[in-house]
C-alpha cells in the first residue's frame, strides 16, 4: 500500500504562483509513474500533469502547458507541482496518484492522496 500525503495548497490571487508537493514513505517511490489530477466544483476528476517513474519525461494537459510544472525527487521520495500564471479556474482539490505506468487517465492509477484545495480568486 502506497500512501500519498499532499501539501502546499491554499488561496492565491490570479497571476500567483503556488507549489505542491506529494511525499511518501515508500521505497519504491522511483519505481511508480506519477500524476497530477484535479477536480473543480460541481465537475468530474481531470488529468493535470504527470512524469514517468524512470525517465522523468513530462506530459500535461493543454489548459496548463507551459505554466506548470511537475517534478519528482526520488531521493526524497516527493513529486511536486509547481502553479504558475493562476487562473480563477484553476481552483480545485488537486490530488497526487500514483501509478505503474504513466497514462492521463485517473483509472491507470492504483494510490491517490486525500486531495489539497486550491483556490484562485480573480
Given at each position: 500500500?502506497?500512501?500519498?500525503?499532499?501539501?502546499?495548497?491554499?488561496?492565491?490571487?490570479?497571476?500567483?504562483?503556488?507549489?505542491?508537493?506529494?511525499?511518501?514513505?515508500?521505497?519504491?517511490?522511483?519505481?511508480?509513474?506519477?500524476?497530477?489530477?484535479?477536480?473543480?466544483p460541481g465537475?468530474?476528476?481531470?488529468f493535470v500533469?504527470?512524469?514517468?517513474?524512470?525517465?522523468?519525461?513530462?506530459?500535461?494537459?493543454?489548459?496548463?502547458?507551459?505554466?506548470?510544472?511537475?517534478?519528482?525527487?526520488?531521493?526524497?521520495?516527493?513529486?511536486?507541482?509547481?502553479?504558475?500564471?493562476?487562473?480563477?479556474?484553476?481552483?480545485?482539490?488537486?490530488?497526487?496518484?500514483?501509478?505503474?505506468?504513466?497514462?492521463?487517465?485517473?483509472d491507470e492509477?492504483?494510490?491517490?492522496?486525500?486531495?489539497?484545495?486550491?483556490?484562485?480568486?480573480?
Amino acid at each position: 500500500q502506497v500512501q500519498l500525503v499532499e501539501s502546499g495548497g491554499g488561496l492565491v490571487q490570479a497571476g500567483g504562483s503556488l507549489r505542491l508537493s506529494c511525499a511518501t514513505s515508500q521505497r519504491t517511490f522511483s519505481t511508480y509513474a506519477m500524476a497530477w489530477f484535479r477536480q473543480p466544483p460541481g465537475k468530474e476528476r481531470e488529468f493535470v500533469a504527470g512524469i514517468s517513474r524512470r525517465l522523468g519525461i513530462t506530459y500535461y494537459a493543454d489548459s496548463v502547458k507551459g505554466r506548470f510544472t511537475i517534478s519528482r525527487d526520488n531521493a526524497n521520495n516527493t513529486v511536486y507541482l509547481q502553479m504558475n500564471s493562476l487562473k480563477p479556474e484553476d481552483t480545485a482539490v488537486y490530488y497526487c496518484a500514483a501509478g505503474s505506468s504513466s497514462g492521463r487517465r485517473y483509472d491507470e492509477y492504483d494510490y491517490w492522496g486525500q486531495g489539497t484545495q486550491v483556490t484562485v480568486s480573480s
